[in-house]
Nanobody, 120 residues
Framework: VQLQASGGGLVQAGGSLRLSCEAS????????MGWYRQAPGNQREMVAL???????NYVDSVKGRFTISRDNAKNTVYLQMNSLKPEDTAVYYC???????????????WGKGTLVTVSS
C-alpha cells in the first residue's frame, strides 16, 4: 500500500493550487483521509480531514480558503487551496487510515510529501 501525492509547486500569494493523493496497492478499505503540513521549524499539523462518513474538518487558519474532497472510486483525496498566503508555505503530506487486504487492522499511511511555496 502506498500514497502518491502530487500538485505542489510555486505560486504567488492569492493564487490557487490543487493537491491530489491516490492510495494504491492491496487495499480492502479506507477510513479517514486527510492532509497535513509541516513548515520549517514547525511541527506537523493537520490541515484538513475527510472522514469515511463524509465529515470534513479544517484547521482554523485555512477555513474558507481550502476545500478537501474525496473520490472513493479512485481512492483519491484532493485539497483545493485558494487565496494562498505565504504562511501556507510547507511540505504537504497526505494521510489515510487503510485496511490492507488480508488484515483486520487499519494502519495510518503517509505520502512522501509535496512542497507548496507561496511567494509574497
Amino acid at each position: 500500500v502506498q500514497l502518491q501525492a502530487s500538485g505542489g509547486g510555486l505560486v504567488q500569494a492569492g493564487g490557487s493550487l490543487r493537491l491530489s493523493c491516490e492510495a494504491s496497492g492491496s487495499i480492502f478499505s479506507i477510513n479517514d483521509m486527510g492532509w497535513y503540513r509541516q513548515a520549517p521549524g514547525n511541527q506537523r499539523e493537520m490541515v484538513a480531514l475527510f472522514t469515511s462518513n463524509g465529515r470534513t474538518n479544517y484547521v482554523d487558519s485555512v477555513k474558507g480558503r481550502f476545500t478537501i474532497s474525496r473520490d472513493n472510486a479512485k481512492n483519491t483525496v484532493y485539497l483545493q487551496m485558494n487565496s494562498l498566503k505565504p504562511e501556507d508555505t510547507a511540505v504537504y503530506y497526505c494521510n489515510a487510515l487503510i485496511r490492507p487486504r488480508r488484515s483486520d487492522l487499519y494502519t495510518a499511511y503517509w505520502g512522501k510529501g509535496t512542497l507548496v511555496t507561496v511567494s509574497s
